[in-house]
């Protein structure tokens, strides 16, 4: 599910979900933290889980450092309705997280790639995942570019 509908702050806030908040999530924060910055376009990012777990996944942490993004002091954090309602656009990584719109804030869902399914396990599955979500995110950034 996308929107076309334009973000409402000057500065958008965007909010990536996932389950455990340790691995997709957290990447596509990182990534487009990474690429708002190179293109000079102030966005909040931040990141949440439908269970949130205890740490970050080491292979994702490893992956993103691959591509000079560290996000290795990061902490989870369990999604609230406060987070969907404060946020413009909440972007739900997979599709086992599950988000209900709050307050009207839009909500899209990324099919990201899953190499597991495939048999690719390991660092090869944690770059493919890698450079799925950050395809995604340098689309997204190309939107919210666009929309200012």
Known sequence: MTTDEPLTTSEPRVLF???RNGGK??????LMRRAAEQRGLAVQVSSAGTRAGEQLNAQSVASLAEVGVDIS?????????????DADLVVVLGG???VEPVGGTPVEVWETDEPSARGIEGVERMRLVRDDIGQRVEELV???AHER
């Open 142 to 144: 190309d939107r919210l």
């Open 73 to 85: 002091t990061a902490r989870t954090h369990q999604l609230t309705d406060d987070d969907v309602r």
């Open 96 to 98: 086992e997280a599950r």
């Open 17 to 19: 979900v996932c389950v």
């Open 25 to 30: 999530s957290q990447m596509a924060a990182g």
